[in-house]
């Protein structure tokens, strides 16, 4: 009986073996936040391992990596970030000495970019005091400027810059896979052709509110707001990870009652309390966007940005 189940065991384990090649031989291809990893799933399809390391719900200004994640960048043979908001995987991939070649969306595409910070005035803080703050909030702050002169790096919230962004995602994978570089190919040309028409519904979405007065949680939303034709107010975090001060809350409170808004927007991934302050010293509704994605009802990209079109069509339309 002993030999029999050897003999079973031996077969299993050869089974196993032979029949993992197509595995082993699969692309891990690391992502920083959501709406990237479902993005490179799109592209890449079976013959890659996906892997996002930003969780559902979670914020990248803030998110503090774990020694699981950074172990998981040693076997990568990619890895895909957006640039500015997510250097923690530049930090991460050196900590690790990981080899694998890092795609920086922000460096690849090609855009008009927007500042990526509030310009409506004080915020409360003297330019010493803000300079004394980015040196001393961990660093983000100056990584926010690494190498992109203050860009705003939310590009992923205009369709069209990502259906820019998936043909390049494509060269990528077929440069190191290059058995499969015409699947890569042929997903991206797909999915190019769905963020279009994810696009155009948006702008029939959205066409009832142009214009209308936009007053978002943080700096998420200028390439949205740009593309899509509303005014934005003023954001109600001055800067990533800093809560407005009482000065700055009261000037925003100004440009809201002057501009006629209709809501103010929290979001998933930040603390609502600073927009419930707003909300009710403004006497208007508050309502919840996402920007990131991965939660129940935004698991794909085109999921979210309907999410976000028809909260915003709710909020501000008629």
Known sequence: MKRIFKHLLTLFTL???LGMPMAWAQLTVITSIHP????????AGEHAKVIRLLPPGASPHTFDPTPRDA???????????????????????????????????????EFEPLEGHDD?????????????????????????????????????????????????????LADLDPENAQVYQANAERMVGELNEL?????????PVAGAAFVPFHDAWPYFVRHYGLDLVVEIEPAPGREPSPAYIAEALELIEGSGAKAIFSEVQLPPRPAEVVAESAELPLYLLDPLGGGEGRETYGDLMHYNAQTILEALGE
Do not use: C
Request: glycine share 8%.
């Open 36 to 43: 990237l990893y479902d993005l490179t799933q799109e592209v």
């Open 120 to 172: 409506h005035g004080d915020d409360g803080h003297s330019d010493e005091e803000e300079g004394e703050e980015h040196k001393d909030e961990e660093g983000e702050a100056d990584h926010d400027n690494h190498d992109h002169g203050g860009v705003n790096p939310h590009l992923w919230l205009d369709p069209t810059l990502m259906a820019q962004a998936v043909p390049l995602i494509a060269a990528q």
């Open 71 to 109: 172990a998981q960048l040693e076997t990568a043979d990619l890895l895909i970030m957006n640039g500015v908001l997510d250097e923690w995987l530049v930090e991460m991939s050196e900590a690790v000495n990981a080899d694998a070649p890092l795609f920086e969306l922000i460096a690849e595409l």
């Open 199 to 207: 696009d155009a519904e948006l702008i029939e979405t959205l066409k």
């Open 15 to 17: 089974g196993f073996i």
